[in-house]
């Protein structure tokens, strides 16, 4: 019998030993401190909510790979670039944008304004393709960031090149077969809107739609209005979101 006394009394003891980490900390009083520390681990990330009133701090990068295709000289043509791109708090996106004209178009009609009643034996003209590309700084607010679809409005503003080789051979304002090598620089503005498909957290597809305003000096009926305009395409974007 002692025993079995003995034996209880070790195991009351036992039990209390264990219960009383857990009986002290219910009875601590809770501290403002304490408080403060639940809101904090209980706080959502604020940075995919809000970007002016985000509680911490996120930075992001992504390379992106475009695929255009806009009417120009009265022909379909295709863009293809590349982006690269910083996104502070999943939301405001900074980058560096370039594309480059990937189709061989024909502006014969807009240089050589030959007509046939100006001679005899009018020479067949010389195709004239020109190259054209682009550079630009683009800034993006992203909408919707933590949901599966996201829309981005972006701003770019840059740079334009155009160059090609005008053989000038039967002009009607000269009878000089004389080649002249044209190269001009504009000034491009490019607002757009895309459509995100947030299907990874390293890989994103979407789809874009824009406008390229062109800014400089005309070159007879190569007006610069010619040299960008609307364009639609789909884009793939790899890196960290």
């Known amino acids: 019998m002692?025993?079995?006394d003995?034996?209880?009394?070790?195991?009351?003891?036992?039990?209390?030993?264990?219960?009383?980490?857990?009986?002290?900390?219910?009875q601590r009083v809770r501290t403002p401190q304490d408080s403060l520390q639940s809101?904090?681990?209980?706080?959502?990330?604020?940075?995919?909510?809000?970007?002016?009133?985000?509680?911490r701090f996120n930075s992001t990068f992504h390379v992106q790979f475009d695929g255009d295709?806009?009417?120009?000289?009265?022909?379909?043509?295709?863009?293809?670039?590349?982006?690269?791109?910083w996104v502070v708090n999943h939301k405001l996106s900074i980058g560096a944008k370039f594309d480059i004209l990937t189709t061989e178009v024909k502006i014969n009609k807009y240089i050589n304004s030959y007509d046939s009643s100006y001679a005899t034996n009018p020479p067949t003209a010389t195709p004239v393709h020109p190259l054209s590309m682009s550079g630009m700084i683009n800034i993006g607010y992203i909408f919707r960031a933590d949901k599966k679809i996201s829309i981005e409005p972006d701003l770019g503003l840059g740079w334009t090149y155009m160059s090609f080789t005008d053989p000038k051979a039967g002009w009607i304002d000269t009878t000089e077969a004389k080649r002249v090598n044209f190269i001009q620089n504009y000034f491009i503005v490019n607002?757009?809107?895309s459509v995100i498909w947030n299907t990874t957290r390293y890989f994103r597809i979407g789809a874009t739609a824009g406008v390229q305003g062109v800014f400089?000096?005309?070159?007879?009926?190569?007006?610069?209005?010619?040299?960008?305009?609307?364009y639609a395409g789909l884009f793939l974007r790899f890196g960290t979101f």
């Open 2 to 4: 002692k025993n079995l």
């Open 6 to 26: 003995f034996l209880r009394l070790h195991f009351i003891s036992l039990l209390f030993i264990l219960l009383a980490p857990s009986l002290s900390e219910a």
């Open 39 to 55: 809101m904090v681990d209980s706080r959502p990330d604020s940075t995919r909510h809000g970007f002016f009133n985000a509680g």
């Open 69 to 85: 295709v806009t009417y120009l000289y009265q022909q379909f043509v295709a863009l293809t670039g590349f982006q690269v791109a």
């Open 191 to 193: 607002p757009s809107l």
């Open 216 to 230: 400089g000096s005309d070159y007879l009926r190569l007006k610069t209005y010619r040299i960008r305009g609307l």
